[in-house]
């Protein structure tokens, strides 16, 4: 069975750019006022959005990596619940 | 061959499983508390107006100066004689000012608290103290109803919310080794959706839950930084003062804030301490001054105004941790940025605890599982590896 190991820089690259827009957007407001306030909840709204993005995405990806492409539809992968 | 940079070696995460697993079991109960009594505090403010407990001065055309201070208290004492005055403050906002009463002058709770137009001085209302649901909701989340050593427990779990986080990050590279991010296997058991969804929730608003907590913990050291602060540098400022008796008469209050304000023509007055109160000391206002811009507003200078000559006495910039703590609270609170920020606050409050409950939940639902077991199952693909409860197949 072949595994697929990421790079660091796959499994961490979205986490970090994520705190890092995290970061600018708790001090925007901070440092000002108006075009500043718009700036800390556009970016703290980002994570949000990323989390809503991918919670709506459907899984195949990893399945087919590795299982090939046969056994790759979610209801011949259905685990009892 | 496992990729050595992103998988540590197996003893060091087992412990920081360890430390994840228990950091995270004690402390979740008082989180979890801790943000669904937060979620109402986010609104406090919209929430008092919603409910009738805070009234706004009304909006009027222009800057208009400031009311005379000695009629604002002078009312205040009318309406409460034989109280002292504690202190007198200014909303950051709205033009409104508020005359704090107290049983005695080191009283630490208030007796009344009144609320005037800054700019007529026209009395707008008693504020309801220490009663409705946003008390409880503020009391419990301050300090569980038990005082300092509430708070300051609070304080602990709050320390272990952060080593939680910390912990969480770490045993979040080797647990993701194999999935790329944001995966949510739909397609998995319960189990597995949860466990996918705490990553996913967790590592995105990272950032944000260990500024909040970390914040959480510092506003918790409040009350034994200021009496710190008041035994140390109030202690030094008062001191060619030292020995004389309590004023009964104070010179005017107005005069004085005028007076400390000539200090600095970029700062306006935050609030004034009364002579009596430990903030001030027996012999003086305490006039704090405060910047007028969003990133000198956190900086507040005490002016010590003498209340029997009415002249200045001492003036030094506060220390840095009252620094420290006033950056904190805006960083906690949320309340820095307008309504948009503060409904993004409380979103990121929700995600918050969904990523406490389901921790319990996968706590709960692997408990029996080892460190290696839970690895296995986290890969894709990956059918649910050692023994299940009996009864339980998710």
Redesign the interface.
Known sequence: MM??????H??????IA??AV??VG?L??????GV???V??SA??L??A??L???G???R???C???GLSVCS?SS????? | MPNSRIMPAAMTLKQWYFVHKWTSLICTVFLLLLCLTGLPLIFGEEIGHWLGTRVEPPAMAGQLPRTDLDALVADARARRPGDAVLFLSQNDDAPAWFVSMGRTPDATEDSAVFVYDGRTGAFLQDLPLRQGFMHVMFTLHVDLFAGLPGTLFLGGMGVLFVLSVISGVVVYGPFMRKLSFGTVRHDGSRRLIWFDLHNLLGIATVVWALVVGGTGVINTLARPLFTYWQQTELAEMTAPWQGKSLLTVFSSIDRAVVVAETIDSWKETAFVAFPGTPFAGPHHYAVFLRGKTPLTARLIEPVLIDAETGAIAAVRAMPWYVTALSVSQPLHFGDYGGLPLKAVWAVLDIITIVVLASGLYLWWKKRTMVVEQLLVEAEPHALPAGPLPIGEDA
């Open positions: 595994s697929v190991h990421l790079t660091a796959q499994v961490w690259g979205m986490p994520l705190g995290s970061v708790l925007a407001a901070l440092l000002g006022d500043w306030d718009v800390s909840w703290l709204s994570p949000i990323v989390i993005s991918y919670v995405m459907p899984h990806q990893s399945c990596v590795t299982h979610s992968h259905k685990r009892s619940r």
